[in-house]
């Protein structure tokens, strides 16, 4: 955002656009490979008030059962009580407690996130990537952000010591988002 009078066109409600946005994380596996993933169910709602944006809140649902890491042995098994007990906890939730601008098109966001049951304070940076008028009438932003999290903090324990040493899966998380929003009218 080059100019304020864009930040000013931000002020208003948004729609998570689950098509062409990602809410996806990243584990190492067997202490030597990375094991990408992403929640294809999700939907959530932006407040942006350009003018203050410490009044701007944002709420995002992921759906536990569409877990996808592109394996259906290991989605099957990360659905199971082992990791996110999809049939106790069917949702992932994030709430926004605040939002602090840190720079031109960065934020600080703090929030409240719910994982099988258990609410912990998360804190990362959302970077604001444009925003545009896509070819049915409807105005878009995007925002980039991520935060490393310890799986165990929300309950998610299961693991395999390897023989060689060290664990199957990390504790260590890292959360990635890829957001596109739809404002609406």
Known sequence: MSEATDLGKLTGDYTIDPAHSRLGFVARHAMVTKVR????DVEGEIRIDAD???NS??????RTSSISTGQEQ???HLRTADFFDIDNHPEIVFTSTGVRPQG???FRVTGDLTIKG???PVEFDLEYTGQA???FGDVRVGFEGGLQVNRKDWGLTWNAALETGGWLVSE?????LDISAVKKA
């Open 37 to 40: 993933g992403q929640f294809l």
């Open 52 to 54: 203050d944006p410490a």
């Open 57 to 62: 809140t944002g709420t995002a649902r992921m």
């Open 74 to 76: 290991r989605d099957e």
């Open 104 to 106: 031109e098109n960065s």
């Open 118 to 120: 258990n609410t912990k």
């Open 133 to 135: 008028k896509d070819p």
């Open 172 to 176: 260590k998380i890292t959360v990635e």
